[in-house]
């Protein structure tokens, strides 16, 4: 690479030298107008002949013998300037040159198929420039869009269906979860790779297109909004720029306290309260010997006077004051520490421009889990001939992922959860076993020393199980544009995307799954006392390779033509995607990693298990899969701009994929939209100095989803073959349901963009309606018709949504002082107007996950109305048609809406985000506070069920009704035993656990001092930053008065802490 | 420049047409129209779904157990309920209701007969085609004949087509209403189904996880035993031991690990076709009735093979699965049973004792049974009944039994002393029909059992 650049400096320096003195010297300096770098190569003519191109200083020098000259001054991507110089008058004058696309001040818009001026735009986008992108430092490339962004809402942790790092644009458009989320675009296609193998720092911009004229260009894929991420590229005659950045990031270990699990010492009562009642001493009698927990292992020994009561009152005693967090805390969580490093490079001659970047991460996580990646992205534009440009990008990237430390909540018994008093080491720092599958002294001896130790130590078994993630991942674009008339353009471009993953995991001899698996499958003859190991001794090797290989081709014309005070702009084209992704998943038994040997092992017999004599199969994974994914798309889009006033747009799409089992003509489906804007500004009447912009836009179009259930015959899924016929066997995959209609989103986008006082006011105002028909909803189906999951999915209704979109900004200069505000506002309110079928009861509308109800939100929460404790016995009390009532049962399954109390809805109606920056001389601080208000959420508190059969108790356990009078005070209900499930599953769902989400958190604060040549001209490079960035910093205001971060799922995100380098050289 | 624009439409044309043709790759290597024999035959092969899930309600709801207060206490709250026969919140509701499970298997059948006829392969493959017909329909049969055992009233020739049935679902349209049927017809459907998959099915299956012809005559005989039909469950009990009648000698024989902690092999040589239950929690919690360990001579090798003891916990070991599953398939052993009662019934008593003692001879030790004999008929039938009771224990066919016998006058009241109290159901309770679950009724609208 280095060789690379050196010759591309080469040629740029070589382009520079071609002037030589004569009689007179017109001499002079070309800039780009937007950013007043010099723009080197740039042909400057003279109308007689005499030609010459700019050195890399942007300047030039003609021989001349005439005084006045008519220069034509060009380069490609800029527009061409046509002057006259008198030399008599002035000599050495600047020249600048404007970019052929972007206009003065303007920005401009990438959809993925072209890059529009802000102000021909009649849909609705939300730009994020490079500075505010990048203010919010991370590893992913998504993450930093977080807050920052008009009309997207962050979705929180708690809300997990929506996956991780989950966003919003303008509320939901479907119910399906599955299909909810927003397309993402790199460059020009869409992104069919890990979203984690995008270096952050290779982007240059980001566009969400938020509505249909916006989004439609996309197609099936866009209901949910598209985000175009368009990467770094250099510049025709630009000179070498090099960047480099890196970023140290901390952050704290995660508080485990403030999960609230039952007290040690209440946990322990309860346990001893159980035990009274004989729970679970048939277990000690079963062949399997399953685990108890360490207070009953004593109160059994006390049961059988092995130990005197007051020794166990010592032992209990002992054990009420451990805390497994303190354990977690001190052996497993470590501080995050997070590098990155990034460097690039770009250039360009008058026919060539490049870039070339390359970005190093280094992540261990407060597990100590490994994220390592090495990303090399390389882009070039030549210009063949006149005519003739080409376009290659090449991205490589090399991820690895290194599993770490168990995690808080994923140790436990297999029949139960971890109880709170476990600890993991014992005074000295020695690993204590944890008795997951069998019994405590039990296996302590078992097999008189020809079985493995068949124990699990939490404290050890991590370093023996370890899962490793190999990512790689190349991804190619290559793009021709051919200029066929000056007003006509054709295009193709090709992508393919290739990323190998393989996903290994090795569980050593030592760990406790290996130990577990040889020992359950040991034979031992009781008269020779040889060993028969039926799994082999050595470790076990999982391993899962994935290929996906995802190949786009575009063929595209447009057409650009002015005349007279008109410009149409015309673009139509083809596409055609295919994702094909083809996986292997193989267990090796007896594996050594040394010598790369494994053993094979009998999985069609069955053996005796050693533990319980039951014959069973040794595991086997092994399994093969093929996916591809096809798409054909027809597209077109034109725009008529009038006079720079008037602009009316349109766009239409039609697309088809292979879903299987779909009627042909079903396949098809058309998108539209049509938008129109109205440039104030350029009115001849309209004439006001303090208004620099003002544009009114609106949009409507139809922008749709497809469910994969949506076939017309029966299609059944393979499985592997059968051990016993050695035949294949299989599963329904899918139920006939040809009336499955596609779900239709409609959205009417009315806004207005301005600017007054230059940039003191400047912003834009959108208001949307969403019209979201025939949505596809899993409606509850009655078990008998054999549909086991108890749902089919149903065109059930329609919805509407309205949501403003508001961001306003400012901009001051104060002396030295440099302020600039931004306030992000958004509102979504959206309702269910209309439903095709009503026979939503009880325990279907209060299950988690989203509520369907005819005139309330998508999102909405209902919880059972609650009537207090009983005074008499702590019962928690329902309404039943009307009626204070205890019969859970009854008011579970035909609770009515009418006696349902609605909560609200998941999501904030109001959200948002305060952005401010202050820059004086070279420094520069910048915080943001976001704020969601208008939403709720449940709260966890105590499940007996859970409690009782798990030993997994919530805090709430302490603050439970114990007598009477303590009604007044608590709603936590007594404890009973025998447990009744529903008494549990009415207080789960009951109105008294939803608390209000409203919160206000401070989100970020930067703070960074920049050194700049042009004011040190003593400095070496161009410039330099040095920052220090505080991300997560947390709540300053809630709502709620439980003490609980409404976002969080368990535990909230820690801070972040990072300090940041940037040079320019 | 023309050129230019006419080869682009060139281009397009041809891609549209190339469309559909790119556009028929399937998107999933493993999915399938099931539209031959062999791609219909798979959905049968779904062994962990059809053979080993079987429904426990029958052993939960037997009088073979006994559970300790304490124990039952343990247990949650659908199960405490089912074990005292409870009116109401006796199953989960949902995914794992024994319901879902049985209409699941009922649907599974019904995407099969839908498809079969129209096999593109049909008239080729014309006995693989018989094979997979009989298949689907011995397995609609088999699943309705224990909704029915569960859900609705014994079977009485008097009221049957009144008495209220199961929903009778005989096709894949999930948009067709659940509306129960009568006993009558919901027998008769199950005997219309079994004739005709023991029509079809071969004599001897590739494999016993799949049906044959003797297991279809099994079920048959099993189906008319219940309806209390002697002469046509020996007609059916005849046609399978034909096929199939080979008895294992408890003291040694191919199948019998005597020395292994789970004595009976799977697949042994009388299994005819095999399904089986998951150990049930109420079971696990339970003792073996003292009085049926008792029954069981000193010399009867059943009492070590199956039992560990008259209070060992949860650890019958005498299941033909080979583990700690529950075995509820037909056996040959089932077969001697249902010809012994059945002969008895019509009168034919050397018939029935001749049976009974062939069977039993294989359960002692060498040279310790003394061959049963008797006086009267209703002596033999008697030992028929018990020995019935020994054999299949925890098969889940007691509760099927003891419905059926109240029936002709048995009297057999089943109690649970718990706490104090005494739970009882006397013979033909309205009880016999358990409560159908509470989330179906509130869906369908479809009466519940009375009470």
């Not at chain 2, 009267?376 to 224990?393: D, G, N």
Request: glycine share 6%; aromatic share 12%.
């Amino acid at each position: 690479m280095r060789n690379l650049v050196f010759l591309f400096l080469v040629i740029i320096i070589a382009l520079g030298h071609h002037a030589n003195a004569q009689q007179i010297e017109l001499r002079g300096r070309v800039i780009s107008a937007t950013d007043q770098t010099p723009l080197a190569g740039v042909t400057v003519k003279i109308a007689n002949g005499a030609a010459g191109t700019t050195n890399a200083k942007g300047e030039f020098k003609l021989v001349v013998t005439a005084q006045k000259n008519k220069l034509s001054i060009s380069l490609i991507g800029y527009q061409t300037l046509m002057v006259t110089i008198d030399l008599a008058q002035k000599n050495d004058e600047v020249f600048l040159l404007q970019p052929t696309i972007i206009n003065l001040n303007e920005v401009t818009i990438t959809t993925g198929y072209e890059i529009v001026p802000k102000e021909r735009v009649t849909g609705s986008f939300t730009v994020i420039d490079n500075k505010t992108y990048n203010q919010q430092i991370g590893t992913g490339v998504l993450e930093r869009l977080r807050f920052i962004t008009n009309g997207v809402a962050p979705v929180a942790d708690r809300i997990t269906i929506l996956g991780d790092n989950a966003m919003l644009i303008r509320g939901m458009s479907t119910l399906t979860q599955n299909i909810q989320r927003p397309l993402v675009i790199v460059d020009n296609f869409e992104y069919q790779g890990d979203y984690n193998n995008i270096n952050p720092n290779d982007i240059e911009s980001v566009s969400f297109l938020k509505d249909a004229a916006a989004g439609s260009i996309w197609g099936a894929k866009a209901a949910n909004g598209v985000i175009v991420l368009t990467t770094k590229k250099g510049k025709y005659g630009q000179p070498l720029k090099i960047n480099f950045t890196s970023n140290l990031s901390t952050a704290a270990p995660p508080d485990l306290y403030y999960d609230k699990p039952i007290a040690a010492a209440d946990l322990i009562a309860v346990e001893q309260f159980l035990f009274a009642q004989k729970y679970r001493f048939t277990d000690t009698a079963r062949s399997t010997h399953p685990p108890f927990s360490q207070v009953y292992e004593l109160l059994f020994k006390q049961k059988a006077g092995q130990i005197t009561s007051a020794a166990v009152a010592d032992e209990l005693r002992k054990l009420s004051t451990k805390d497994v967090r303190a354990d977690f805390a001190n052996y497993f969580y470590q501080q995050e520490i997070n590098q990155q490093y990034a460097l690039s490079l770009s250039g360009g001659s008058p026919v060539m421009a490049w870039n070339l970047s390359l970005g190093v991460d280094r992540n261990k996580s407060n597990l100590a889990a490994t994220y390592n990646r090495n990303t090399l992205r390389f882009g070039n534009q030549i210009q063949l001939n006149k005519a003739l440009a080409l376009n290659l990008d090449i991205a490589f990237t090399n991820g690895y992922n290194g599993s770490g430390k168990p995690a808080y909540g994923s140790i436990s018994p297999t029949n139960g959860a971890l109880p709170v008093y476990s600890s993991f080491a014992d005074v000295n720092g020695n690993a204590l076993p944890l008795y997951t599958n069998y019994r405590q002294g039990y296996i302590d001896n078992l097999g008189a020393g020809k079985l493995l130790d068949w124990r699990y130590y939490p404290l050890e078994d991590y370093k023996y199980a370890t899962t490793v993630n190999r990512i790689n991942e190349l991804n190619a674009t290559i793009g021709l544009n051919y200029t066929i008339l000056p007003a006509l353009k054709a295009a193709v471009n090709y992508r393919i995307a290739r990323q190998w993953s393989g996903l290994s995991t090795l569980n050593a001899e030592q760990s406790y799954l290996t130990r577990n698996l040889i020992n359950t499958f040991t034979q031992v003859n009781t008269i020779t006392g040889l060993v028969n190991y039926k799994v082999p001794r050595g470790d076990i090797y999982d391993h899962t390779d994935e290929v996906m290989t995802a190949q786009n081709l575009r063929a595209q014309l447009n057409y650009d033509k002015h005349w007279g005070l008109g410009e149409l702009h015309v673009l139509a084209g083809t596409e055609w995607s295919e994702r094909l992704l083809s996986s292997n998943t193989q267990r090796l038994y007896g594996y050594d990693a040394e010598m790369l040997g494994f053993t094979p092992v009998d999985v069609i017999n069955t053996y005796p298990s050693y533990m319980s004599g039951s014959l069973t199969n040794i595991p086997y994974l092994d399994s093969r899969g093929e996916l591809n994914n096809r798409f054909t798309s027809y597209y077109a889009n034109a725009a008529y701009t009038f006079d720079k006033r008037y602009t009316l747009s349109a766009s239409a799409r039609r697309d088809a994929s292979n879903l299987f089992g779909v009627a042909t003509n079903d396949r098809w489906e058309p998108f539209w939209s049509v938008g129109a804007s109205w440039n104030v500004l350029q009115e001849k009447w309209f004439k006001s100095a303090a208004i620099q912009e003002l544009k009114l836009r609106a949009s409507y179009g139809k922008q749709g989803n497809v469910d994969p259930k949506k076939v017309a015959v029966t299609t059944i899924a393979y499985g592997n073959n059968s051990i016993y016929t050695q035949t294949p066997w299989s599963q329904v995959a899918n139920y006939p349901n040809p009336d499955l209609k596609w779900e239709q989103v409609g959205m009417l986008n009315l806004g207005i963009d301005f600017n007054a006082w230059k940039g003191k006011l400047s912003g834009s105002i959108e208001y949307y309606t969403k019209k979201m028909s025939d949505l596809y909803a899993l409606v509850a189906i009655d078990r008998t018709t054999g549909i086991s999951s108890g749902t089919v999915t149903r065109n059930i209704g329609q919805a509407k949504g309205h949501g403003w979109d508001i961001e306003l900004k400012t901009s001051h200069q104060i002396g030295q002082l440099n302020w600039n505000a931004d306030l992000i506002l958004n509102t979504y309110t959206d309702r269910i107007t209309k439903l095709n079928q009503n026979n939503f009861t009880g325990r279907e509308v209060m299950a988690t996950g989203f509520s369907i109800v005819e005139g309330y939100s998508l999102s909405s929460l209902f919880a059972f109305k609650w009537a207090g404790l009983d005074p008499q016995t702590g019962d928690p009390m329902g309404y039943l048609n009307g009626q204070v009532s205890k019969d859970y049962s009854a008011i579970l399954t035909t609770t009515k809406l009418a006696d349902a109390t609605y909560i609200g809805s998941q999501f904030p109606k109001l959200f948002g985000s305060l952005g401010s920056s202050w820059r004086y001389k070279g420094f520069e601080l910048t915080a943001r506070l976001s704020y969601k208000f208008a939403y709720f959420f449940k709260r966890n508190s105590i499940d007996y069920g859970a409690l009782v059969t798990q030993l997994g108790g919530h805090a709430d356990y302490a603050k439970r009704w114990q007598k009477s009078g303590d009604e007044l005070y608590t709603n936590v209900p007594s404890f009973v035993y025998p447990v009744i499930a529903v008494r549990d599953e009415f207080y789960r769902n009951s109105a008294v656990l939803f608390e209000k989400g409203d919160h206000i958190r401070l989100q970020y604060l930067n703070l960074s001092y920049t050194l700049n040549q042009s004011a040190y001209k003593w400095l070496p490079i161009k410039a330099v930053r040095l920052g220090i960035a505080a991300n997560k910093l947390g709540i300053i205001w809630k709502a709620n008065k439980a003490g609980l971060d409404p976002e969080a799922n368990t535990i909230p995100r820690s801070q972040n802490i990072t300090a940041a380098l940037n040079i320019n050289f | 420049m023309k050129k230019w624009i006419n080869s682009f439409l060139l281009i397009s044309t041809l891609a549209l047409m190339g469309c559909e043709k790119f556009l028929e790759e399937k998107p999933n290597k493993k999915l399938v129209v099931p539209s031959t024999v062999a791609s219909i035959q798979t959905l049968l092969d779904d062994y962990s779904t059809l053979n080993q899930k079987e429904v426990t309600t029958g052993i939960s709801t037997c009088d073979d157990f006994t559970m300790s207060t304490a124990n039952w206490l343990s247990l949650d709250q659908n199960n405490r309920n089912l074990y005292v026969w409870s009116a109401n919140n006796a199953f989960v509701t949902g995914a794992g209701s024994p319901w879902t499970t049985l209409y699941a298997n009922v649907y599974k059948a019904n995407v099969v007969l839908d498809r079969i006829d129209d096999a593109i392969d049909r008239t080729t493959n014309l006995t693989a085609w018989g094979n997979v017909k009989g298949q689907a329909l011995f397995l609609r049969a088999r699943s309705y004949l224990n909704l029915l055992s569960i859900w609705s009233l014994p079977y009485d020739q008097a009221t049957s087509t009144t008495d209220m049935g199961v929903p009778l679902r005989l096709d894949v349209n999930f948009n067709t209403p659940s509306v129960r049927a009568s006993v009558e017809v919901g027998y008769q459907q199950v005997l219309n189904d079994l004739r005709a998959a023991a029509a079809l099915l071969p004599n001897y299956p590739v494999h016993v996880i799949r049906p044959s012809k003797p297991a279809a005559y099994a079920f048959l005989a099993r189906a008319f035993l219940t309806m209390n039909k002697p002469d046509s469950c020996l007609k059916y009990t005849a046609l399978a031991l034909q096929l199939k009648s080979n008895l294992m000698d408890y003291n040694a024989s191919e199948g019998i690990n005597s020395k292994a902690e789970y004595p009976f092999l799977r697949f042994n040589p009388e299994v005819i076709f095999e399904t089986y239950m998951p150990y049930p929690a109420t079971l696990q919690k339970g003792d073996i009735d003292k009085e049926l360990y008792d029954s069981y001579a000193t010399n009867d090798l059943r009492k070590t093979m199956y039992h560990r003891s008259a209070t060992a916990v949860g650890i019958f070991k005498g299941t033909y699965s080979g583990g700690t599953f529950l075995f509820n398939g037909p056996a040959t052993d089932e077969l001697y049973l249902m010809k012994a009662e059945s002969l008895a019934r019509l009168e034919d008593k050397e018939g029935a004792l001749t049976t009974l003692n062939e069977l039993v001879l294989k359960r002692f030790k060498t040279g310790t049974f003394v061959p049963y004999t008797a006086t009267t008929v209703a002596e033999v039938l008697q030992m028929v009944l018990l020995e019935r009771r020994k054999e299949l224990v925890f098969r889940g066919l007691r509760w099927m039994d003891v419905r059926r016998l109240n029936k002709i006058g048995a009297n057999i009241t089943m109690k649970r002393q718990l706490n104090g109290v005494d739970y009882l159901v006397k013979p033909n309770e309205l009880r016999y029909a358990l409560p159908i679950p509470e989330d179906i009724v509130e869906l369908t609208g479809m009466p519940q059992n009375y009470r």
